[in-house]
């Protein structure tokens, strides 16, 4: 199949364009080296996984680089970290050049750490995350919410399951687990008890859309409670697991402040969770959570492809209200979403938005959506409309909700 366009590349043509070098990380299999390789054809493309180079670029760093030139893609960085400080001099030397150097790297917990503390101010990064709706759509046909979801989570979002797309899915996400379980996991951290650490995938998986509890996930494994912290920051650094953070606006009206758990591929929860077919997708116990977490995933990919930092939150007081996702707007506005895994919306479905302007009358809200999987934005009272998947995303994307309505349903 031929090369599918990613939703990141005018980000990365403006960071070469500000920068003297720009990383690419995310997961393995994401397609970083495809969309550089695709992108920049006059970049010469090095990957330091070849052990003579990356001998080479360890033991005589100035004459990997000469021999490397002024346009390249080093691939796999964090296997030289030592490289950078010699980057670091060259660029230093000219600072006004830009798009020297680009880097890619799925092994972020070290990774992000060695570029920060070597390249500081000389480096744009970026975060290449499974395909967006909008790119499997360059390559499968989806015509509604419902088909993008149910391909979401029973075919996954990395590019090889979308492109050639294997004989058992299945299969596909227990060789990508090992393999990252024994390269980047166990490598970098000295997981001594892989099956712990296994087993605490599976359960928080089972969470995806809860809040997270640190101690209840440290009594089910039967691991210290820092020991959930630590993998919970591999998880979150190599771009499977995000945290949603509490909105942090008016304190007093004692809102919850811990985090919600979500993956950024539904695939991975099936996989962990045992969600195999569509009946069990559509009516098992976990279908509103991976319906949720497949709304919150795509929001996760439209502000990475532009390289913003996600301005997303979610809101739970301690008396009982909650909305699961409140967008903060270049505007100024917030933007508050519900998600339910319904075709036939009613006005009961957004009572959390009508509370949530209730309890928080200073905030500038913007139109109040509920996303459903409808095929056509419809009323449900001032303010709040059910939007389709699709209409979800196009807001989130232009920081525009759907034009307010003002007819009661």
């Given at each position: 199949?031929?090369?599918?366009?990613?939703?990141?590349?005018?980000a990365?043509?403006?960071?070469?364009?500000?920068?003297?070098?720009?990383?690419?990380?995310?997961?393995?299999?994401?397609?970083?080296?495809?969309?550089?390789?695709?992108?920049?054809?006059?970049?010469?493309?090095i990957?330091?996984?070849?052990?003579?180079?990356?001998?080479q670029?360890?033991?005589?760093?100035?004459?990997?680089?000469?021999?490397?030139?002024?346009?390249?893609?080093?691939?796999?960085?964090?296997?030289?970290?030592?490289?950078?400080?010699?980057?670091?001099?060259?660029?230093?030397?000219?600072?006004?050049?830009?798009?020297?150097?680009v880097?890619?790297?799925?092994?972020?917990?070290?990774?992000?750490?060695?570029?920060g503390?070597?390249?500081?101010?000389?480096?744009?990064?970026?975060?290449?995350?499974?395909?967006?709706?909008?790119?499997?759509?360059?390559?499968?046909?989806?015509?509604?919410?419902?088909?993008?979801?149910?391909?979401?989570?029973?075919?996954?979002?990395?590019?090889?399951?979308?492109?050639?797309?294997?004989?058992?899915?299945?299969?596909?996400?227990?060789?990508?687990?090992?393999?990252?379980?024994?390269?980047?996991?166990?490598?970098?951290?000295?997981?001594?008890?892989?099956?712990?650490?296994?087993?605490?995938?599976?359960?928080?998986?089972?969470?995806c859309?809860?809040?997270?509890?640190?101690?209840?996930?440290?009594?089910?494994?039967?691991?210290?409670?820092?020991?959930?912290?630590?993998?919970?920051?591999?998880?979150?650094?190599?771009?499977?697991?995000?945290?949603?953070?509490?909105?942090?606006?008016?304190?007093?009206?004692?809102?919850?402040?811990?985090?919600?758990?979500?993956?950024?591929?539904?695939?991975l929860?099936?996989?962990?969770?045992?969600?195999?077919?569509?009946?069990?997708?559509?009516?098992?116990?976990?279908?509103?959570?991976?319906?949720?977490?497949?709304?919150?995933?795509?929001?996760?990919?439209?502000?990475?492809?532009?390289?913003?930092?996600?301005?997303?939150?979610?809101?739970?007081?301690?008396?009982?209200?909650?909305?699961?996702?409140?967008?903060?707007?270049?505007?100024?506005?917030?933007?508050?979403?519900?998600?339910?895994?319904?075709?036939?919306?009613?006005?009961?479905?957004?009572?959390?938005?009508?509370?949530?302007?209730?309890?928080?009358?200073?905030?500038e809200?913007?139109?109040?959506?509920?996303?459903?999987?409808?095929?056509?934005?419809?009323?449900?009272?001032?303010?709040?409309?059910?939007?389709?998947?699709?209409?979800?995303?196009?807001a989130?994307?232009?920081?525009?909700?759907?034009?307010?309505?003002?007819?009661?349903?």
């Open positions: 199949m031929d090369y599918i366009h990613r939703d990141i590349e005018p990365l043509k403006r960071m070469l364009a500000s920068f003297p070098s720009i990383a690419v990380t995310g997961p393995r299999q994401t397609g970083k080296s495809t969309l550089l390789r695709h992108q920049l054809p006059g970049y010469r493309y990957t330091l996984d070849n052990p003579l180079l990356r001998e670029a360890i033991s005589d760093p100035e004459l990997f680089l000469d021999a490397a030139g002024d346009r390249v893609i080093v691939d796999e960085i964090q296997l030289a970290p030592g490289l950078l400080s010699y980057i670091k001099i060259r660029i230093d030397a000219n600072r006004k050049r830009k798009g020297w150097y880097f890619t790297g799925s092994q972020q917990f070290t990774m992000i750490r060695d570029l503390d070597s390249l500081a101010g000389r480096i744009g990064l970026l975060d290449l995350l499974p395909f967006s709706v909008a790119e499997k759509r360059r390559a499968i046909p989806m015509p509604n919410g419902l088909s993008c979801f149910r391909d979401a989570c029973l075919r996954g979002s990395w590019p090889e399951l979308v492109v050639d797309t294997p004989e058992s899915v299945s299969d596909w996400y227990g060789s990508y687990l090992q393999t990252y379980i024994e390269r980047d996991v166990r490598t970098l951290h000295n997981i001594g008890n892989l099956r712990d650490f296994q087993r605490f995938m599976q359960l928080l998986a089972a969470r859309g809860q809040m997270l509890n640190q101690s209840e996930l440290a009594g089910e494994v039967g691991v210290s409670v820092p020991t959930i912290k630590s993998w919970l920051s591999v998880l979150e650094a190599s771009r499977l697991v995000f945290l949603l953070p509490p909105y942090h606006a008016n304190a007093g009206k004692r809102i919850v402040k811990a985090p919600k758990v979500y993956f950024t591929d539904c695939g929860i099936c996989f962990l969770t045992g969600v195999r077919d569509e009946g069990h997708l559509l009516q098992g116990p976990m279908s509103g959570a991976l319906f949720e977490n497949f709304c919150i995933q795509e929001a996760l990919k439209v502000f990475n492809a532009r390289g913003e930092r996600p301005p997303l939150y979610h809101l739970r007081t301690s008396n009982g209200l909650e909305v699961d996702l409140l967008v903060e707007t270049a505007f100024g506005r917030v933007i508050p979403v519900e998600f339910k895994l319904s075709r036939t919306p009613s006005r009961a479905m957004a009572d959390g938005i009508r509370r949530f302007s209730d309890l928080f009358p200073g905030l809200t913007a139109q109040g959506m509920v996303t459903c999987l409808i095929d056509e934005t419809v009323p449900l009272s001032a303010g709040i409309d059910a939007v389709s998947v699709d209409d979800y995303l196009r989130l994307a232009t920081h525009t909700p759907p034009e307010k309505s003002t007819s009661k349903r």
